[in-house]
């Protein structure tokens, strides 16, 4: 859980932000593949220096400020201003950090005046909660103040429920590599359909869960739960579960999940090892050592783990190392195109760019 306590008055009392302007950086996500979830972003390259319009405003503080007879205040990560019955994340360390809190059962007002449309989570028993969950970019001495708590008469804000997983910002150490093994597509037949186009939700550095060093190269795709999730080469399967079933956005959906990882051999194009990850799945037909053929049906995509909507997330590692960065990897293309990297926004099939289906389009 995360900690719930007020924090030391800043000088500024109003947090006024400026006149907007368009960030620089590509999201490479889909905002609305992701219900209830609000991004803020500063400090990564390309990011817009102003507030989101929900959010309150980003606050630059002196160190200086937090300390008391010679000795440094304890400022809390995650801070519940009683007063003004704000949430907000707090840094005041030398490098970035990347903050996912997840706020549950309370509305939550943006500086818009407008409350933040929940999501929802559901755990492994089957309980489900409305939720809001903030994904914040956070960099050196700097405060994200992120929305104000609206409480009921007769609530306080020792009633909150919080979590949080705040952590320093680990940029993947080789954005641009790229591992040479051309890869099958990774989803066969949605259930009830005739057609395998999907929408590419998340793509490389998407903005949501896609920017450090471990999902860095990550693609999502969305799919009905259900749909056949494919062996992109021949293979022999590392590790397979399917254990779990809770789902949707609360921060402590981000460490379970079902998967499948597929060593698939990618000495034979000569780029050294390479491992592929197929993530939130529904069912396992696979074991740890099974051997497998490219286009062989391994299991079937689901919801589970940090996921606001159905979809694949699908990876690559050069190692099977649980701290390993991702690999970029391309897809086998069957049109004039050749291989392909999905990006956001964007259909595809295993052929490349795709129509999306009759009820999509």
């Given at each position: 859980m995360?900690?719930?306590s007020?924090?030391?008055?800043s000088?500024?009392?109003?947090?006024?932000?400026k006149k907007e302007?368009p960030?620089?950086?590509?999201?490479n996500?889909?905002?609305?593949?992701g219900?209830?979830?609000?991004?803020?972003r500063r400090g990564g390259?390309?990011?817009?220096?102003?507030?989101p319009?929900?959010?309150?405003?980003?606050?630059?503080?002196?160190p200086?400020d937090?300390?008391?007879?010679?000795?440094?205040?304890?400022?809390?990560?995650?801070?519940?201003?009683?007063?003004e019955c704000?949430v907000?994340?707090?840094?005041?360390d030398?490098?970035?950090?990347v903050?996912?809190?997840?706020?549950?059962?309370?509305?939550?007002?943006g500086?818009?005046?407008r409350?933040?449309?929940?999501?929802?989570?559901?755990?492994?028993?089957?309980?489900?909660?409305?939720?809001?969950?903030?994904?914040v970019l956070?960099?050196?001495?700097v405060?994200?103040?992120?929305?104000?708590?609206d409480?009921?008469e007769?609530?306080?804000?020792?009633?909150?429920?919080i979590?949080?997983?705040v952590?320093?910002?680990?940029?993947?150490?080789?954005?641009?590599?790229e591992?040479p093994?051309?890869?099958?597509?990774?989803?066969?037949?949605?259930?009830?359909t005739t057609?395998?186009?999907?929408?590419?939700?998340?793509?490389?550095?998407g903005?949501?869960?896609?920017?450090?060093?471990?999902?860095?190269?990550?693609i999502?795709?969305?799919?009905?739960i259900?749909?056949?999730?494919?062996?992109?080469a021949d293979?022999?399967?590392a590790?397979?579960?399917?254990?779990?079933?809770?789902t949707?956005i609360?921060?402590t959906?981000?460490?379970?999940?079902?998967?499948?990882l597929?060593?698939?051999?990618?000495?034979r194009?000569?780029?050294?090892p390479?491992?592929v990850?197929?993530?939130?799945l529904?069912?396992?037909?696979?074991?740890a050592g099974?051997?497998?053929?490219?286009?062989?049906?391994l299991?079937y995509?689901?919801?589970?783990?940090?996921?606001p909507?159905?979809?694949l997330?699908?990876?690559?590692?050069?190692?099977?190392?649980?701290?390993a960065?991702?690999v970029?990897v391309?897809?086998?293309?069957?049109?004039?195109?050749?291989?392909?990297?999905?990006?956001?926004?964007?259909?595809?099939?295993?052929?490349?760019?795709a129509?999306?289906?009759?009820r999509?389009?």
């Amino acid at each position: 859980m995360g900690k719930n306590s007020g924090r030391k008055k800043s000088h500024r009392k109003n947090h006024k932000k400026k006149k907007e302007r368009p960030a620089a950086r590509d999201p490479n996500f889909v905002s609305e593949a992701g219900p209830g979830c609000f991004i803020a972003r500063r400090g990564g390259v390309g990011d817009a220096q102003e507030a989101p319009d929900w959010m309150i405003g980003w606050e630059d503080v002196d160190p200086a400020d937090f300390v008391e007879d010679g000795e440094a205040l304890e400022v809390p990560d995650i801070a519940l201003d009683p007063e003004e019955c704000t949430v907000s994340v707090c840094n005041l360390d030398a490098h970035t950090k990347v903050a996912y809190v997840t706020v549950f059962e309370t509305a939550v007002i943006g500086a818009h005046g407008r409350e933040l449309t929940p999501g929802s989570t559901t755990d492994n028993d089957g309980k489900t909660l409305r939720c809001v969950t903030f994904v914040v970019l956070c960099p050196p001495f700097v405060f994200a103040h992120l929305g104000y708590l609206d409480l009921p008469e007769g609530r306080d804000l020792s009633s909150v429920v919080i979590e949080s997983d705040v952590s320093e910002w680990r940029k993947h150490p080789d954005p641009s590599d790229e591992h040479p093994c051309l890869l099958g597509f990774p989803l066969g037949q949605a259930p009830g359909t005739t057609t395998a186009s999907y929408l590419c939700t998340q793509g490389e550095d998407g903005e949501l869960t896609h920017f450090f060093s471990g999902n860095l190269h990550a693609i999502d795709f969305r799919c009905p739960i259900g749909t056949e999730v494919l062996a992109v080469a021949d293979g022999v399967v590392a590790e397979a579960g399917d254990e779990n079933t809770l789902t949707g956005i609360a921060v402590t959906n981000l460490f379970r999940w079902n998967s499948i990882l597929l060593e698939v051999g990618g000495d034979r194009s000569g780029g050294g090892p390479l491992l592929v990850e197929y993530v939130h799945l529904s069912r396992t037909l696979v074991r740890a050592g099974d051997r497998v053929a490219k286009g062989q049906v391994l299991g079937y995509s689901g919801s589970v783990g940090f996921s606001p909507e159905p979809h694949l997330h699908f990876s690559a590692f050069r190692s099977p190392d649980p701290g390993a960065p991702t690999v970029r990897v391309r897809f086998e293309g069957k049109s004039p195109g050749g291989a392909f990297l999905p990006r956001a926004g964007e259909w595809y099939d295993a052929g490349g760019r795709a129509d999306p289906p009759p009820r999509a389009a």
